[in-house]
C-alpha cells in the first residue's frame, strides 16, 4: 500500500506562510486523490483540503478557504500553501490519499495516511 511522508510542518508567527509537502511511496498522479487534515489537541479531525487525480476540482475547508492553495506535481508529492497563519491553525496536519477521481470531506473517505506534521503558529 502507499506510503505517505509529510515533511514542512514548524513554529511560525501569527501572519506568517507555510508550505507542507506530502511524498507518497509511488506515483499518485492520475492514480489517487490527495488531501489534507488537521487534528489539533483534544478536536476532532478536520478537512483542510483536497484535489482530484488529475490535479483538478480542488476542494478547501472553511477554516482555511482564501489563504491556502493546494498543488502536486505529476508524479508523488502533493503541496499545502497556508498564508495568514493564525494560531488556532496550530495542529498536527495529515496527508491522505485514496484510489478515486476526487477528494472527499471526511476522513472516513480515505483509506491512506500520512504519520502527520506539527504546525504550531504563535509569537
Known amino acids: 500500500q502507499v506510503q505517505l511522508i509529510e515533511s514542512g510542518g514548524g513554529l511560525v508567527q501569527p501572519g506568517g506562510s507555510l508550505r507542507l509537502s506530502c511524498q507518497a511511496s509511488?506515483?499518485?498522479?492520475?492514480?489517487?486523490?490527495m488531501g489534507w487534515f488537521r487534528q489539533a489537541p483534544g478536536k476532532e479531525r478536520e478537512f483542510v483540503a483536497a484535489?482530484?487525480?488529475?490535479?483538478?476540482?480542488a476542494i478547501f475547508g472553511d477554516s482555511v478557504k482564501g489563504r491556502s492553495g493546494i498543488s502536486r506535481d505529476y508524479k508523488d508529492t502533493v503541496f499545502l500553501e497556508m498564508n495568514s497563519l493564525k494560531p488556532e491553525d496550530t495542529a498536527v496536519h495529515y496527508c491522505?490519499?485514496?484510489?478515486?477521481?476526487?477528494?472527499?470531506?471526511?476522513?472516513?473517505?480515505?483509506?491512506?495516511w500520512g504519520q502527520g506534521t506539527q504546525v504550531t503558529v504563535s509569537s
Open positions: 484535489l482530484g487525480q488529475y490535479g483538478g476540482d
Open positions: 491522505a490519499a485514496d484510489r478515486r477521481v476526487n477528494g472527499g470531506r471526511y476522513s472516513h473517505e480515505w483509506h491512506y
Open positions: 509511488e506515483r499518485t498522479w492520475g492514480v489517487y486523490a
